[in-house]
């Protein structure tokens, strides 16, 4: 749902902060599209860039 809102709104990217060890949100956001990029501190963010 956000991810159409976010293309109504003309939006190119949308992206998250998760933390590293959640593997399921995780591989929830990669079955989704988005890819990760880990950060210090034990963070990864996963963005997605929007057509």
Same mark, same amino acid.
């Given at each position: /749902? *956000? %991810?159409?809102?976010?293309?109504?709104?003309? *939006?190119?990217?949308?992206?998250? %902060?998760? $933390? &590293?060890?959640? &593997?399921? /949100? $995780?591989? $929830?956001?990669?079955?989704?599209?988005?890819?990760?990029?880990?950060?210090?501190?034990?963070?990864?963010?996963? &963005? $997605?860039?929007?057509?």
């Amino acid at each position: /749902m *956000l %991810i159409g809102i976010a293309q109504d709104k003309a *939006l190119h990217e949308i992206y998250g %902060i998760v $933390l &590293s060890e959640n &593997s399921k /949100m $995780l591989g $929830l956001a990669a079955k989704m599209g988005f890819k990760p990029r880990r950060l210090p501190d034990g963070i990864t963010r996963v &963005s $997605l860039v929007l057509d």
